[in-house]
């Protein structure tokens, strides 16, 4: 999910009876209107495409660890003490905090989609699949922008034509 997905779910658009997670909204702080104004508001709205706005199944494990770590919940699932939920540039800033005391490189809070993305690939992920997961408008977006496969990826791939080459 994009941050902005990730800050504006609800408690209510996860069902683990049914196991998806329901996306239809996103978070994001834009600057109000007037000239010269420099206040920014935040705003909940419907995600930046119709492709934006998906079913997305939850893996069973998940859906367990959520329902014993957090039953009945209620609210944005990223809340933080009064606060009524945690806005993207709040996440994006914690998630940097968190990258340097784990004395990680920094990266930005979306190379999380690509490394998920990469990461689905590897493990034999049907490509549509993936990209209506992601919310993105055709397989093209996926494979051209947000999978990055390693080189032991194209060499495990590679070995496959091994038995093609038999040399007696």
Not at 38 to 47: M, Y
Not at 99 to 105: R, S
Request: charged residues 20%.
């Amino acid at each position: 999910m994009r941050i902005g997905e990730i800050c504006a779910l609800q408690w209510k658009d996860i069902s683990l009876t049914e196991g998806f997670i329901y996306v239809h909204q996103t978070m994001q702080r834009l600057q109000t209107n007037g000239s010269g104004n420099t206040k920014t508001t935040v705003k909940i709205s419907t995600p930046k495409s119709k492709c934006s706005i998906r079913t997305i199944p939850l893996p069973e494990s998940l859906g367990q660890l959520i329902s014993r770590e957090f039953p009945d919940r209620q609210g944005f699932v990223l809340a933080c003490g009064e606060e009524k939920y945690v806005e993207p540039r709040v996440m994006q800033n914690y998630f940097r905090y968190v990258q340097e005391q784990c004395g990680l490189k920094p990266v930005n809070f979306h190379a999380l989609r690509h490394t998920f993305a990469t990461c689905c690939v590897e493990v034999g992920f049907d490509v549509k699949s993936l990209s209506e997961i992601l919310g993105h408008a055709n397989v093209n977006i996926t494979m051209n922008r947000y999978v990055h496969p390693s080189m032991e990826l194209k060499h495990q791939n590679m070995q496959k034509l091994s038995g093609l080459f038999a040399v007696n």
